[in-house]
């Protein structure tokens, strides 16, 4: 693997303390506490001159990133999250209350990534704020470079989805492979978004996919509204929606579909020892919540009673079985790259954020190369295997 090998070749970038200082408004003690401690960070190899922030600072969210270029810098905001509505009525009169209309679009699900352009190359950042090489790849096959010629200021916003994809593969959209769709655009260095409709008029004209528009709807009628979309979109395997206002002033909120609830718990119910308590515990409580906004029948609480418990146990008992029958839980995924140099590449980007990985050897597909990975699940397979030769749970 001559391209691992290469890796020593690059240079480290120290980050010039006084000129980043300056570039934050902050002193040059200041900074280097901040690089000291570890808040920022550089990323690796060839993008040691992109610095993310590992921790909160400055009001800057975890997974910003700090480009450093020729002592020139600019600031690329991590996605801010978006808060949840639990009961869609109060929740859009209480946020949106000042306005008279909501724009609301899909939240798909998938991944989601920032892309920018550095060196004639576009560049996708995860929110975490590291280069990902395959959606890296994804990002240059799929999106109009020009874009970001002449808006230079601009940061694309997107979710990468489909069922060739090693965070969250999915086969509900129609996608052979894997896709981009634009949900945002927001301006380097101040966050600050574009309204919503002046960012799908530029997707529009660069061919972008962006995430589906289903209406602008008046604060009176958008619970009644949203409520239709999400039971519509549930029965096809959707997430959810996100309820903008449409000049991006006031802070969008989001809403998802019961059936995308249990299909994150039966994800993660299978790891049950990785997933978070927090993670398992707040679909519960969404569905608590629609149940009663909804005023649902004895009979529609059952079905959703069954739907819940299914989506629980049976990954988990899944998981067990596997373990008593001597095998590890793992997840397996596709991958399709045109280049193998970026297989090697995200091989060792898994690898350096601690994943245990196995991939198999590439196929060519068409003008492809195809490869399955398979991640092993570790904590959950040697908690079930403890329980099995008789430890207790603590």
Same mark, same amino acid.
């Given at each position: 693997?001559?391209w691992?090998?290469?890796?020593?070749?690059?240079?480290?970038?120290g980050?010039?303390?006084?000129?980043?200082?300056?570039?934050?408004?902050?002193?040059?003690?200041?900074?280097? #506490? $901040?690089? #000291?401690r570890r808040?920022l960070?550089?990323?690796w190899?060839?993008?040691?001159?992109?610095?993310?922030?590992?921790?909160?600072?400055?009001n800057?969210?975890?997974?910003?990133?700090?480009?450093?270029?020729?002592?020139?810098?600019s600031?690329?905001f991590?996605?801010?999250k978006?808060? @949840?509505?639990?009961?869609?009525?109060?929740?859009? &009169?209480?946020?949106?209350?000042?306005?008279?209309k909501?724009?609301?679009?899909?939240?798909?699900n998938?991944?989601?990534? &920032?892309?920018?352009?550095?060196?004639?190359k576009?560049?996708?950042?995860?929110?975490?704020g590291?280069v990902?090489p395959?959606?890296?790849?994804k990002?240059?096959?799929?999106?109009?470079?020009?874009?970001?010629?002449?808006?230079?200021?601009?940061v694309?916003?997107?979710?990468?989805?489909?069922?060739?994809?090693?965070?969250?593969p999915?086969?509900?959209?129609?996608?052979?492979?894997?896709?981009?769709?634009?949900?945002?655009?927001r301006?380097?260095?101040?966050?600050?978004?574009l309204?919503?409709?002046?960012?799908?008029?530029?997707?529009?004209?660069?061919?972008?996919?962006?995430v @589906?528009?289903?209406?602008?709807?008046?604060?009176?009628?958008?619970?009644?509204?949203?409520?239709?979309?999400?039971?519509?979109?549930?029965?096809?395997?959707?997430?959810?929606?996100?309820?903008?206002?449409?000049?991006?002033?006031?802070?969008?909120?989001?809403?998802?579909?019961?059936?995308?609830n249990?299909?994150d *718990?039966?994800?993660?119910?299978?790891?049950y020892n990785e997933?978070? &308590?927090?993670?398992?515990?707040? &679909?519960?409580?969404?569905?608590?919540?629609?149940?009663?906004?909804?005023?649902?029948? #004895?009979?529609e609480? @059952?079905k959703?009673?069954?739907? *819940?418990?299914e989506?629980?146990l049976?990954?988990?008992?899944?998981?067990?079985?596997?373990?008593?029958?001597?095998?590890?839980?793992?997840?397996?995924?596709?991958?399709?790259?045109?280049? @193998?140099?970026?297989?090697?590449?995200?091989?060792e980007y898994m690898?350096r954020?601690?994943?245990?990985?196995?991939?198999?050897?590439?196929?060519?597909?068409?003008? #492809?190369?195809?490869?399955?990975?398979?991640? $092993?699940?570790?904590?959950?397979s040697?908690?079930?295997?403890?329980?099995?030769?008789?430890q207790?749970?603590?």
């Amino acid at each position: 693997m001559q391209w691992l090998s290469d890796m020593e070749k690059y240079t480290i970038t120290g980050l010039n303390i006084e000129k980043a200082a300056s570039f934050l408004g902050i002193s040059a003690q200041k900074m280097q #506490e $901040i690089i #000291e401690r570890r808040v920022l960070v550089p990323n690796w190899n060839e993008y040691q001159y992109l610095f993310r922030f590992e921790h909160k600072a400055l009001n800057i969210d975890i997974g910003s990133v700090l480009v450093q270029k020729d002592d020139v810098f600019s600031l690329i905001f991590g996605f801010p999250k978006i808060k @949840r509505a639990m009961l869609l009525g109060p929740a859009i &009169r209480s946020n949106f209350g000042t306005i008279s209309k909501v724009a609301v679009e899909e939240k798909m699900n998938g991944y989601n990534v &920032r892309v920018i352009l550095l060196e004639g190359k576009l560049v996708a950042l995860t929110r975490s704020g590291h280069v990902c090489p395959y959606s890296s790849e994804k990002a240059n096959n799929l999106l109009d470079t020009s874009f970001f010629i002449d808006n230079p200021q601009l940061v694309v916003y997107g979710e990468m989805v489909g069922p060739d994809n090693p965070y969250v593969p999915r086969k509900i959209y129609g996608i052979d492979s894997l896709d981009f769709f634009v949900f945002d655009m927001r301006h380097k260095d101040t966050g600050l978004p574009l309204p919503v409709y002046e960012r799908r008029e530029l997707c529009e004209k660069y061919g972008f996919k962006q995430v @589906r528009l289903f209406g602008e709807f008046h604060i009176q009628e958008a619970a009644d509204m949203v409520t239709n979309i999400i039971r519509d979109i549930g029965r096809k395997g959707h997430e959810g929606v996100v309820i903008k206002d449409p000049e991006m002033v006031l802070q969008p909120i989001k809403y998802t579909a019961s059936q995308s609830n249990c299909s994150d *718990l039966q994800h993660a119910m299978k790891v049950y020892n990785e997933s978070g &308590r927090d993670f398992i515990f707040s &679909r519960i409580v969404r569905e608590g919540f629609q149940s009663v906004e909804w005023e649902e029948s #004895e009979e529609e609480f @059952r079905k959703r009673c069954l739907q *819940l418990g299914e989506s629980i146990l049976r990954p988990m008992k899944e998981s067990i079985i596997k373990v008593r029958d001597g095998e590890r839980v793992t997840e397996e995924f596709t991958l399709r790259v045109k280049d @193998r140099i970026t297989l090697l590449k995200f091989e060792e980007y898994m690898r350096r954020l601690g994943m245990d990985i196995i991939f198999s050897e590439p196929k060519i597909v068409d003008d #492809e190369y195809l490869v399955y990975m398979t991640k $092993i699940n570790k904590s959950t397979s040697d908690k079930t295997l403890a329980m099995w030769e008789g430890q207790l749970w603590s």
